[in-house]
T-cell receptor, first 114, second 114 residues
Framework: AQSVTQLGSHVSVSEGALVLLRCNYS??????LFWYVQYPNQGLQLLLK??????LVKGINGFEAEFKKSETSFHLTKPSAHMSDAAEYFC????????????FGSGTRLSIRP | DAGVIQSPRHEVTEMGQEVTLRCKPI?????LFWYRQTMMRGLELLIY????????DSGMPEDRFSAKMPNASFSTLKIQPSEPRDSAVYFC????????????FGSGTRLTVV
């Protein structure tokens, strides 16, 4: 079985500051891991995914995430926050199986202070 | 590709009425998922299909909810009769699961039952 835990339902950073959104996963099989972003009144959009290749994954809009098996973590980072990054971010996990469904975390709302 | 297309974008209906939400997945995708999103419960997986066959409907809240996928390019989620607590945003997503691509979400249908 798979699950994800997102630490912090709301994160606020200043424009230009480092963004760090935390995600820990639990999986009985090697996982696929994802980060999705949801802007207001829109659907979820895939930011990046880990599928057992490089442990440091680069995504869109300058975001990246690092898979750390020893820590069962997949934290999302961006060196310099922009006002347009304000959104809800979801971490998600699935297993290596065509029958696997993706399990989403509860989400972290990112606010950017001017 | 136009992405996952959902209709209508907004639906306001009176309690007791039948509501039908529609989804057109991305051509070639073999999985289709219906999610419900609320502030209280976050993202909930209602049901998913593989090759037009329902695989897991354990998330469907009550018998008032039903979903069909008559062909690879169309799915419906029906609520009959609708209740105010069904008010939520309903998302459809599709995927070609075997390659770990993640899901592509539609823009959602915002349902309000008054």
């Amino acid at each position: 079985a798979q699950s994800v835990t997102q630490l912090g339902s709301h994160v606020s950073v200043s424009e230009g500051a480092l963004v760090l959104l935390r995600c820990n996963y639990s999986s009985s099989v090697p996982p696929y891991l994802f980060w999705y972003v949801q802007y207001p009144n829109q659907g979820l959009q895939l930011l990046l995914k880990y599928t057992s290749a490089a442990t440091l994954v680069k995504g869109i809009n300058g975001f990246e995430a690092e898979f750390k098996k020893s820590e069962t973590s997949f934290h999302l980072t961006k060196p310099s926050a922009h006002m347009s990054d304000a959104a809800e971010y979801f971490c998600a996990v699935s297993g290596y199986s065509s029958a696997s469904k993706i399990i989403f975390g509860s989400g972290t709302r990112l606010s950017i202070r001017p | 590709d136009a992405g996952v297309i959902q209709s209508p974008r907004h639906e306001v209906t009176e309690m007791g009425q039948e509501v039908t939400l529609r989804c057109k997945p991305i051509s070639g995708h073999d999985y289709l998922f219906w999610y419900r999103q609320t502030m209280m419960r976050g993202l909930e997986l209602l049901i998913y299909f593989n090759n037009n066959v329902p695989i897991d409907d354990s998330g469907m809240p009550e018998d008032r909810f039903s979903a069909k996928m008559p062909n690879a390019s169309f799915s419906t989620l029906k609520i009959q009769p609708s209740e105010p607590r069904d008010s939520a945003v309903y998302f459809c997503a599709s995927s070609f699961m075997g390659e770990g691509y993640g899901y592509t979400f539609g823009s959602g249908t915002r349902l309000t039952v008054v």
